[in-house]
């Protein structure tokens, strides 16, 4: 018999940089990995997890990393006429052990990755794109973790550095300057051959 007692879920919100998107923190893990959001019937398909938060009729995007949830909601809404209720309803759904992402979600969005995925680079560019990808990975990416959202490189062109951003930083006004001021300046600081960055919406 299993007599270990659970910790009760915790759970608190963090404000993004976007207004429309706030992050709600989970004192436990709920997915490993990145699951984001952005249409109902995507959710429907692999998190009944967002699904559910979709039923919210102000739920415009849902965005689930690790320990915690990234909602986006419309601008009709206030956060504070909302932000309680979702508190508690993924209090209550994390608590009852409600599954979040269904198994192979994962490698059906690498499928799709790959599918769409265009020329990233040119042969030539492999060692620079390599420097690229592991300074996004060892500096941006937390940052960009820490404001609910995420990062991931796209391609690599004649010093363009196309670069998908997700979950808080999708279509958020700071992000522009966030990636413009911060990851571009990094880039050029330590790469000179990167010229620009640009974000493609994830």
Known sequence: MDTAVKSPVMLYTEQTPNPETLKFVLNRIIYKGIAD??????????????????????????YVCNNFVTITKENTVDWN???????????????????????????FMEQQERENSTIEYSEADA???????????????????????????????????????????????SSTVTLKAGIEGMLKRMIP?????????G
Request: charged residues 30%; negative net charge; contains cysteine.
């Open 81 to 107: 006429d909302i932000m309680l209720e979702l508190k508690e309803y993924i209090k209550a759904y994390v608590a009852e052990n409600k599954p979040v992402i269904r198994e192979g979600y994962q490698e």
């Open 127 to 173: 060692e620079l794109v390599k420097r690229i990808k592991d300074l996004i990975e060892t500096y941006v990416k937390p940052a960009v973790e820490m404001d609910g959202g995420n990062i991931e490189f796209k391609a690599y062109d004649q010093g363009t550095v196309y670069v998908i951003m997700q979950g808080a930083c999708s279509g958020c006004p």
């Open 193 to 201: 051959e990167v010229k620009e960055v640009v974000s493609e919406m």
């Open 37 to 62: 959001f952005k249409q109902a019937d995507l959710a429907l398909d692999w998190s009944p997890f967002a699904s559910a938060l979709f039923e919210f009729p102000f739920v415009k995007g849902v």
